[in-house]
């Protein structure tokens, strides 16, 4: 009890006004939630691969998507079409999310609609923008970053309980029709019977994000698991070797490709990762695959990689958009977008 009044003294003393207005700019976040994790509990945030990404990174792959949806699929209004389903797997707190609805109120400004435009961008974030997230940390978080911004873009959530599309859930299971174990809180039931939903019933038009890196994922249930396995075999190419097929954002891939080609028949992926998949041994038949299904594929290679330290047009070192070795904790083997 004592320390719960220490903690209540000390969020008295927060100048709420100057705090919640840096946190709507999302300058918050990456100095709470990461630094937060890796002092709690460093071994959780490697395993789950918990990176936060730069806004600019996360605004720069928004527009890349808009820009696709608008001139490879020929959706005038890009993200703002209310048919454009979107979903990030991996949310974290919320970035991406947020970054999409004000594309998409930026997007409905420009076509002068006034006050008609906040009611749209809250329809899409309860009815059409989605975020998945194991963590219950960053889930919280998310809802309140998605929260924020659309206060921001005048479209608030009504205070009966109206929730944004931010759910609990493993984004690599749940997408066929299976028996569900019952839980034991009903509200987690729900979370997850509307999560199921997502999965199974919406259109999702576009998958982006910043999927979760561990060189070796450990223990999944075999769904997960076998996720991978659609880049173990090979036709034209030679056989995967080596073990990089269990990386956690592998899975990831294959989930955004099997959703988007395989079933909604056409969309957009757009992931940043590491690199290695795009020169490895092991991947041979992740590529194979991604040229049979997709039409278009555009890759922005941003070096980073400590280890094969690529340059910049003048010659100099081109670090990380993440980190540079000795200094900050964050991703070091380089990123391809």
Not at 204 to 221: E, S, T
Not at 316 to 328: C, L, Q, R
Request: glycine letters at 10%; hydrophobic letters at 40%; one cysteine or more.
């Amino acid at each position: 009890m004592e320390v719960l009044d220490w903690t209540a003294d000390a969020l008295e003393r927060v100048d709420r006004t100057a705090f919640f207005s840096r946190f709507n700019t999302g300058e918050a976040v990456p100095y709470f939630y990461e630094p937060f994790l890796e002092a709690f509990d460093p071994s959780l945030r490697k395993d789950l691969g918990v990176w936060y990404t730069p806004t600019e990174v996360v605004q720069a792959m928004v527009a890349r998507v808009d820009n696709a949806l608008k001139q490879d699929l020929g959706i005038s209004e890009g993200l703002a079409a209310e048919n454009v389903v979107v979903l990030d797997p991996c949310c974290g707190t919320g970035a991406y999310l947020a970054a999409v609805l004000r594309r998409i109120a930026a997007n409905l400004d420009g076509q002068g609609l006034g006050a008609l435009a906040g009611a749209r961008v809250k329809a899409a974030a309860t009815e059409r923008v989605f975020g998945f997230e194991i963590m219950p940390a960053p889930f919280v978080v998310a809802h309140l970053q998605v929260g924020l911004t659309l206060q921001e873009l005048d479209a608030p959530l009504a205070d009966d309980g109206e929730q944004a599309g931010v759910f609990l859930t493993n984004a690599l299971t749940g997408w066929e029709p299976h028996t569900n174990k019952p839980l034991p809180f009903p509200e987690l039931e729900k979370e997850r019977d509307r999560a199921k939903r997502v999965k199974q019933d919406k259109p999702v038009l576009v998958i982006l994000g910043n999927p979760p890196y561990n060189g070796f994922a450990g223990l999944a249930v075999d769904e997960e698991r076998a996720l991978s396995n659609a880049y173990r075999s090979t036709r034209r190419v030679r056989r995967p070797e080596g073990q990089g097929l269990n990386d956690l954002y592998v899975r990831f891939f294959r989930m955004a490709e099997r959703r988007i080609a395989e079933k909604t028949g056409q969309g957009v992926v757009c992931f940043i990762s590491n690199y290695s998949w795009l020169d490895g041994l092991s991947f041979t038949g992740m590529r194979e695959r991604f040229l049979e299904a997709f039409d278009a594929i555009r890759i922005d290679c941003l070096n980073g990689d400590v280890r094969k330290g690529g340059k910049t047009p003048d010659g100099e070192p081109d670090g990380s958009v993440f980190t540079v070795k000795g200094e900050s904790v964050g991703i070091q083997v380089g990123t391809a977008i």
